[in-house]
């Protein structure tokens, strides 16, 4: 099991910069989309944003997650490739654009069929901040303007929907990478998509402006291995789709949560310890880690903030 997860890993390491930029304004003209087989009817897609989850069955096809807009006609040409069956639903991970950008482009490109409705699916948290005011009292976006937003929003613990013979079910992770995570469930095929609560090759972002914490994003890092199983020796078992980065399992999630849970509680012992946000960064409490998941002041800042660093 071990070896066709490094096989897969192999496969989308190549596009892996691409997705670490995640910048709208670069050439998506350049940008190739990879598909990687996953299990028997889910395929893991990337492209310069995002992991894009597709299933697809004889009810037609599930999306989880757009990338970007400019996007949208090659992943949608290679998600034909893989089914001709409508896209009934798409299923937003999070606010942020490398993976909600698409929508309104995917919506548009989806011909409409009232016996194959489309559903698009999302957190209700999700849709407050796309539709939210601006910072200096602008508007916030509508619905009307932007069709591909979330028309059916939860905002209970659990959305749960039965398609292509299995049942799928949508956690809400609160308050973790932001206030409106969710980490995706496919009960019968055993594989979870958790967004970018988990990004294996890189420090989270959590994102304090959009409700996010390091305390909640432990506490959803701990329900993915809830959700997973591993096979012998602790590795294989649950397929794990990141928010970004390969195919992994429930021994990567452990690894990384393990990582978060040192350097929160190596800044915490600073914070207590009287220690100024620059002195905590001076200190280098990721110094260790960094070789892995790349030097990021930007995640210490963010969780000596989380932790009421003044």
Do not use: W
Not at 169 to 179: F, I, R, S
């Amino acid at each position: 099991m071990r070896s066709r997860l490094l096989v897969m890993a192999a496969m989308v390491c190549g596009l892996t910069g691409l997705a670490q930029a995640q910048q709208p304004q670069q050439n998506f003209d350049d940008v190739k989309i990879q598909v990687t087989p996953v299990t028997k009817n889910i395929y893991m897609l990337f492209g310069a944003g995002g992991d894009v989850v597709v299933q697809v069955g004889d009810d037609g096809v599930l999306v989880i997650d757009t990338e970007f807009a400019p996007l949208a006609p090659k992943l949608m040409a290679e998600i034909k490739k893989l089914s001709d069956g409508p896209i009934r639903y798409i299923l937003n991970t999070h606010v942020h654009g490398d993976h909600v950008g698409g929508n309104d482009a995917f919506f548009k490109l989806i011909p409409r069929n009232p016996d194959a409705p489309l559903n698009i699916i999302a957190q209700a948290n999700v849709l407050n901040r796309l539709t939210a005011p601006g910072p200096n009292g602008e508007p916030g976006a509508s619905t009307a303007e932007h069709p591909g937003f979330p028309e059916d929003e939860y905002d209970t613990p659990t959305k749960k929907i039965h398609f292509n013979g299995e049942a799928i079910v949508l956690y809400h992770e609160p308050k973790a990478h932001t206030d409106g995570d969710s980490v995706v469930l496919f009960r019968g095929s055993d594989v979870v998509a958790t967004g970018d609560i988990f990004t294996p090759d890189r420090y989270p972002f959590i994102d304090l402006a959009r409700g996010g914490s390091v305390q909640g994003e432990i506490e959803a890092l701990n329900h993915i291995l809830e959700l997973t199983i591993p096979d012998h020796h602790q590795e294989g078992g649950t397929y794990v789709i990141p928010g970004h980065g390969r195919i992994c399992d429930q021994a990567d999630v452990v690894e990384f949560r393990d990582m978060v849970v040192i350097v929160k509680d190596r800044i915490q012992d600073l914070i207590k310890k009287g220690k100024t946000l620059e002195q905590v960064k001076a200190a280098k409490p990721t110094e260790d880690y960094d070789t892995e998941y790349g030097a990021n002041e930007r995640f210490v800042e963010a969780v000596y903030k989380s932790l009421g660093g003044k």
